[in-house]
């Protein structure tokens, strides 16, 4: 006797032969993979009110086991150096010189080799765990700032894109001034565009509002919050 899946009921086998038993076996696991599929494609289908079902393709287990990967394994990518910033130019165009850089998240992992944002920034926030990756990356870019200060070397403003979900945590604000304080590094006030303070915060939409509480906490704490239409 045992234990099978979705069913969650016991089955005997012991009135049958061993060819039986073993066959008998094999139309329960059959069974649950229908209905572990199912449960997938159902999945899939919650928020879409344009069509009624979904039907089961073998990219939304490949896609399923992909997100429960990054969720366990956020932690340890930022500890031992999966997840980088890429800097990426923006230029303005009625100077056309590099106005300032923004900071992009890039997972490189071992086993899945190079991720793309679309890949791993929807589940994290899905999972409520985005603030980790946009914390990490703002301590990388403080990083790469302290390093240009130290060596006397001119550096632009650098943009640190955060979620919505960010704004959740209570003490967010303290994080950010944590990170930026450990380095060295100011954040630049509403309007400043002095280059002794070269990190902004660019706020990106989701799904979620944010409390007007949440947005006076941090622009009292000195960051300079504009809004735009993805986090990259």
Known sequence: MGKYGAFKRNFDFSGLSPLEAQKMLGYVELMNQCMDRARIAANNAVGNYQNYYCCYEQKMEADLTLANFLLSHIDEAVAKGWIKVYYQ???????????TYEALARWIDPNYGFLNPGEFIEVLERGHLIHKLDLHILDLVCQDLEEAMQKGETYPMISVNLSRYDLELPDLHE?????????GVKAPRSGSKSPSRPCSAVLKPSSRSISAASMRTATRSGWMISAAASHP
């Open 89 to 99: 130019p923006i230029v303005d165009t009625f100077g056309s010189k590099i106005s």
């Open 175 to 183: 994080r950010v001034n944590t990170i930026l304080s450990r380095h």
